[in-house]
């Protein structure tokens, strides 16, 4: 009889699933390197409580993750969804110290993926960075699952011998307790677009990589939860605070591949209250900057995944932050104050300027896009111009919202400190031989039709594409026509600046005078995708002042010491920071002033909508009339064909 129940015990407990297990995610996304709490800077008070107003920084992290770990009982998990790097001044040393990694390894991640700021500084630059963290032995695991080497060029060479020496693998397993979880790793499609430097690397396509890692993972190694580690993103609706399902990558991935039970997101900045739900996948996203973490308990039932409990934290002065990783990120601001802003005579914390107003960034024309637009031109026109030759001057400034990237606010004490400043406007590298951090300042000249094709990325290539499309200008103002038909939008141009005025631009083809105009390097790549993406219809060629076409838009960088052999780059984040210094002090407290110009926008952009039929034609080039004639031809077919309708009624 005892045997006889122990066979039917045994019989019982196959048959059935195993029993619930719980388990608890903690996520972040889009850190860049923010190790500081914001803004400003100077505000922050880690080691103390309830006052100041910065919010995120990394010390707060670990004491969340620190918390929920000891509250928990059972497997916790400690996962990022990449673009950890690029943000903050702590980044201009990642290539040699990896501090990013060095930190996340610390602060107990487990998992993480590479968003595609993780190859602003070029795959062999990406490479140097987790060799740096191997070096010193703080190195998280890392999946990348779509990730393809170039089998034609040597420029991913050292980057593919990273992933050989499995520093970086495709996928990995993790047990926790009873638990075998499989993890991998995805850059998506719009992240796979705006990472022009991760050439010669590229992407796998998502939904199939999903696919063959999912069989992997459930049938070869037996795991019993599947997680993506996602730099796609969800997103949402302009205006208004509701989820895109259309336009989210990882919404429609978790409905074209089965077998995932989380998505955890990234990419898109976006702050969300609760995780999504598709059939049984869960998706969840931690906003950016360290502003907010994700806290998801679940419950593993034998049959799948259960959402038991979730909390969006939001990282502020209620949370103390961990000493430990408060020290190592003060000794790591001495190492850059040394090795990288004391040959500038600076430090992280040198006052620039004062301000009595914030400066902010939205999709619209902003104080601080003016400010950072007027930069890029006032900063040339004083490096590489000639008073005695008009011709050698900017005429324009161009810079995108994708590349600022945060406020600087009044705070505390008005101050604009240089962590805050480069905050705004820290990506990219150089072209140089050392590949020296920030983005290179290029001129080209251009025709004035060609000023306004560049002027229509905003009227009609920003509401198509997003945000990051959005320019702010400095040199010109103009007005557009919102009704208007797309790449014909921009209606009267003017250029010149407040000080001095402006006088109309005629922008017609047969205006053939050049102009300079000035923008960063990873601005002017996009000039070629504008022109495919649009047909050819805003093909910009960008030119040498005797009008031929530049082969190389890296021979175009602006040269600020022409004595020197090769080009010695004008850094953008740079000549920010110069500009700011050179104000005036107008209070005579030695503190330079931000001027009251920039106390709003200027109004260099103007959206003047109109349905009368003589603005919607005025002035209009071959799109505008090729869409009036397609109009009036579909008009006049259906008038032909209500004619004949109605004539059949009425016999």
């Known amino acids: 009889m005892k045997k006889y129940i122990v066979l039917c015990c045994i019989i019982v407990a196959c048959a059935m699933p195993l029993s619930a297990q719980d388990l608890t995610i903690i996520q972040t996304t889009d850190l860049h390197s923010h190790f500081l709490g914001f803004s400003p800077n100077i505000d922050y008070t880690p080691d103390t409580i309830n006052d100041d107003t910065t919010v ?18 059972h497997p916790v998990l400690v996962l990022d969804s990449g673009d950890f790097l690029m943000g903050s001044f702590f980044h201009l040393l990642c290539r040699e110290e990896a501090f990013e990694l060095r930190l996340m390894k610390k602060m107990g991640y487990d998992v993480i993926t590479l968003g595609n700021h993780e190859f602003d500084l070029y795959p062999d630059g990406l490479a140097r960075i987790i060799r740096a963290a191997q070096k010193y032995n703080a190195l998280p695991a890392i999946v990348a699952s779509n990730i393809v080497f170039s089998a034609d060029s040597t420029d991913d060479d050292s980057l593919e011998k990273v992933f050989e020496d499995e520093l970086v693998k495709p996928y990995t397993v993790i047990t926790k307790g009873t638990l075998k979880i499989g993890f991998f790793g995805l850059i998506g499609k719009d992240a796979a677009e705006v990472a022009p430097f991760a050439s010669p690397v590229t992407f796998a396509d998502q939904v199939q990589t999903a696919t063959q890692m ?21 997103r949402k ?10 336009k989210s990558e990882d919404i429609q991935l978790a409905k074209a591949v089965k077998g995932i039970d989380v998505i955890i997101s990234g990419h898109t900045h976006v702050k969300i209250s609760q995780p999504i739900l598709v059939d049984n996948t869960i998706i969840t996203q931690s906003y950016e ?39 190592l990120i003060n000794q790591f601001a001495q190492v850059v104050n040394k090795r990288v802003l004391s040959p500038l005579k600076l430090k992280w914390d040198s006052v620039l300027a004062k301000t009595t107003f914030d400066l902010v960034i ?52 008005g101050k604009v400190v240089l962590s805050d400043a480069f905050a705004a406007i820290p990506l990219g590298i150089g072209m140089d031989e050392k590949k020296t951090m920030g983005y290179p300042l290029i001129t080209c000249y251009l025709y004035a039709s060609e000023i306004k094709k560049a002027l229509e990325i905003l009227t009609s290539i920003y509401p198509l594409k997003g945000s990051d499309y959005f320019i702010q200008i400095s040199g010109v103002k103009f007005t557009y026509n919102p009704n208007r038909i797309l790449f014909d939008r921009v209606t009267e141009i003017w250029i010149g600046d407040e000080q001095n ?18 923008a960063d ?12 993406f ?23 960088r602006v040269d600020a010491d022409k004595r020197k052999a090769g080009i010695q780059e004008l850094k953008e984040w740079q000549g920010v920071i110069e500009y700011i210094r050179s104000f005036k002090d107008e209070d005579g407290d030695g503190i330079a002033d931000v001027p009251a110009m920039y106390k709003a926008p200027l109004g260099r952009i103007v959206a003047e909508a109109s349905l009368n039929p003589y603005n919607l034609l005025k002035r209009g080039t071959k799109v505008t009339w090729i869409g009036f004639f397609i109009f009036i031809f579909v008009l006049a077919i259906v008038t032909v064909i209500v004619v004949a309708v109605v004539k059949k009624v009425r016999r």
């Open 289 to 327: 900057y360290g502003k907010q973490v994700a806290v998801l308990d679940l419950t593993y039932t034998g049959r799948g995944v259960l959402l038991k409990d979730y909390k969006y934290i939001d990282i502020n002065d209620s949370i103390k932050g961990d000493p430990a990783i408060t020290a």
């Open 56 to 73: 995120g920084g990394w010390a707060r992290i670990a004491t969340v993750i620190n918390d929920v770990k000891k509250s928990r009982k």
């Open 521 to 532: 390097i990873y601005n002017a790549t996009f000039l070629k995708i504008i022109g495919n």
């Open 501 to 518: 005025g402006y006088a109309k631009l005629d922008y017609s083809d047969t205006n053939k005078k050049l102009y300079r105009v000035a």
């Open 362 to 413: 939205k999709e619209e024309e902003t104080n601080l896009g003016n400010l950072i637009a007027d930069s890029i031109r006032w900063y040339i026109n004083k490096v590489d111009s000639d008073p005695k030759d008009p011709d050698s001057k900017v005429v324009m400034g161009v810079i995108s919202n994708g590349v600022i990237r945060d406020n600087i606010v009044v705070g505390k004490t």
């Open 214 to 234: 999912v069989d992997i993972l459930r049938n070869k190694e037996k795991v019993n939860i599947v997680i993506c580690i996602s730099h796609s993103g969800i």
């Open 534 to 556: 649009t047909w050819h219809i805003l093909d910009i060629v960008p030119k040498w002042r005797d009008g031929t076409p530049i082969e190389k838009l890296t021979e175009a």
């Open 237 to 246: 609706y302009k205006d208004k605070d509701e989820i895109e399902a259309g």
